[in-house]
């Protein structure tokens, strides 16, 4: 009997023994698997990179969808206990991108758009229409002449609008201007330009103003593995009034989870003081010129589902 369960022990103990190698062997084996895929991710990266540094055409872009759509009906513990709400944003990042060892032309279009809506059904004053409330459009195209390694000599044309109910080009504006151009690395651009007009339109009768000026523009796009990431910021400094200056800052993250399918964000942050008084001139309070008036900072964000293109 002494004899059965000693054999016994022994062979629990070598089957014990024998499943620690097994595991630690399996943990090691995993270990050196993600150190192959961590370096051919870095290799992968290295050679997606010299494909963007190859002359030609490059064209892509990526998106964010967000949907939230829902209703309530008799739910009495809330003030609408019979409303339809939603909220549908939609986001598109495109570029176009020509390079060459003397010139490059990049052309990039930016779109934001949101419409939201809460209908209480127990009323006919309010609306059960879906209402806009952002609205971004943003074309730019800028040609350059290499003189240097990271310097070139260029010209920009730069168009922001909206689009939704019957903004489009009120008010517009198209800066055209010319300068110089500083690319210290592939995915980053560094526009100045110091001499630009600032063409402002407008059709509703608002006071807007055209100005020369300067204009300072700051772009980083790139793609790492599953992320896309795009920041912009455009801005201009009028000679005539500092008062006709303006500027925006745009922000995209995309993350694909499966195929080209992820999910993304957006936000954007704007101070335009002519907007501003355009805006508030003839309220109870409202500033009664452009000088009185104090710039608002404008900010609009979007959460959702993201597609890469």
């Not at 032309?105 to 952002?134: C, E, G, I, P, Y």
């Not at 103003?209 to 204009?215: D, F, H, R, V, W």
């Not at 801005?235 to 499966?258: E, M």
Request: hydrophobic share 40%.
């Amino acid at each position: 009997m002494k004899k059965l369960c000693l054999t016994i022990g022994l062979t629990l103990a070598s089957l014990g023994l024998f499943a620690q190698k097994t595991e630690d062997a399996l943990k090691q084996e995993i270990t050196t698997k993600k150190e192959s895929i961590t370096a051919l991710e870095g290799e992968i990266a290295g050679l997606e990179k010299q494909i963007l540094e190859l002359p030609g055409w490059r064209v892509g872009g990526f998106g964010n969808i967000g949907v939230n759509l829902g209703g309530f009906n008799n739910w009495y513990n809330q003030a609408n206990s019979d409303n339809d709400y939603g909220n549908i944003g939609v986001t598109f990042n495109g570029y176009a991108n020509l390079t060459n060892e003397k010139y490059f032309w990049r052309n990039a279009l930016n779109v934001n758009l949101a419409w939201v809506k809460l209908d209480d059904r127990r009323t006919d004053a309010d609306s059960d229409n879906f209402n806009a409330s952002t609205d971004v459009f943003n074309l730019t195209s800028l040609y350059g002449f290499n003189i240097g390694e990271d310097i070139a000599i260029s010209a920009l044309g730069e168009y922001r609008t909206s689009l939704l109910q019957g903004s489009f080009n009120d008010p517009g504006y198209l800066d055209l201007g010319v300068g110089a151009t500083w690319t210290p690395a592939t995915d980053l651009v560094v526009v100045i330009h110091p001499l630009n007009y600032n063409f402002v339109f407008s059709d509703s009768g608002s006071e807007y103003e055209s100005s020369l000026g300067a204009k300072i523009v700051a772009d980083y796009t790139r793609k790492i593995g599953n992320v896309n990431f795009k920041t912009n910021f455009s801005s201009f400094v009028s000679y005539k009034d500092t008062d006709l200056s303006n500027w925006q800052w745009t922000n995209s993250f995309g993350y694909t989870l499966w195929k080209s399918i992820g999910v993304g964000f957006d936000f954007g942050l704007r101070q335009n003081k002519q907007e501003t008084f355009n805006a508030t001139t003839g309220l109870i309070g409202g500033p009664a010129t452009l000088a009185d008036t104090d710039a608002d900072l404008q900010t609009f964000w979007n959460v959702g589902l993201n597609y890469a293109f």
